[in-house]
T-cell receptor, first 118, second 111 residues
Framework: AQTVTQSQPEMSVQEAETVTLSCTYD???????LFWYKQPPSRQMILVIR??????QNATENRFSVNFQKAAKSFSLKISDSQLGDAAMYFC???????????????FGKGTLLTVNP | DAGITQSPRYKITETGRQVTLMCHQT?????MFWYRQDLGHGLRLIYY???????DKGEVPDGYVVSRSKTENFPLTLESATRSQTSVYFC??????????FGSGTRLTVV
């Protein structure tokens, strides 16, 4: 079974600074998707960014980018120019993208709580 | 509005009672999921459904029952609630291109 590990239960960053959240995963598959979700205090799950394993280029969405190291099974999230609104719980998630055995089930890490200090 | 609606948003129930959490989607997504979120555990899959009348267990199914008679509805029932089932419950559906949409969650407290 696939597992997702987020080794940092909590992180903090100063406003306007850069922070990196870590995520590692374990899989025997070669084709998969990885996601970062943000959960603010409202509880809503918001997709931040996603990466297809077959793509060598790291995904980027505005101030959010990932460092995808397929061989190391590492998928870290970098938030640049941190803003107060970035404060949230962040979840890393894994998906095997075919309906055979996985049935499109997302597997989540335990989360990292990010605090942004003014 | 299009999306996933969960109800209720908050629920307090007593140990031993049956409680049903509702989930409704306005699309016709085939795949739907129930997760529970607990501090220190992230989100764990309880049950999922590939289509109407097709459901299967996830990682933590004990004490829960699901049904899916219609594509748009996927209720989760706690047959006899226990304190260990105090949690936040999320319903989700899979759209095109692996886009997942989550409901706003139900915070359930079992006293």
């Amino acid at each position: 079974a696939q597992t997702v590990t987020q080794s940092q239960p909590e992180m903090s960053v100063q406003e306007a600074e850069t922070v990196t959240l870590s995520c590692t995963y374990d899989t025997s598959e070669s084709d998969y998707y990885l996601f970062w979700y943000k959960q603010p205090p409202s509880r809503q799950m918001i997709l931040v960014i996603r990466q297809e394993a077959y793509k060598q280029q790291n995904a980027t969405e505005n101030r959010f980018s990932v460092n995808f190291q397929k061989a190391a099974k590492s998928f870290s999230l970098k938030i640049s120019d941190s803003q107060l609104g970035d404060a949230a719980m962040y979840f890393c998630a894994y998906l095997t993208p075919y309906s055979g055995g996985s049935n499109y089930k997302l597997t989540f890490g335990k989360g990292t709580l990010l605090t942004v200090n003014p | 509005d299009a999306g996933i609606t969960q109800s209720p948003r908050y629920k307090i129930t007593e140990t031993g009672r049956q409680v049903t959490l509702m989930c409704h989607q306005t699309w016709s997504h085939s795949y739907m999921f129930w997760y529970r979120q607990d501090l220190g555990h992230g989100l764990r899959l309880i049950y999922y459904s590939a289509a109407a009348d097709i459901t299967d267990k996830g990682e933590v199914p004990d004490g829960y029952v699901v049904s899916r008679s219609k594509t748009e509805n996927f209720p989760l029932t706690l047959e006899s609630a226990t304190r260990s089932q105090t949690s936040v419950y999320f319903c989700a559906s899979k759209g095109d291109f692996y886009g997942y949409t989550f409901g706003s969650g139900t915070r359930l407290t079992v006293v």
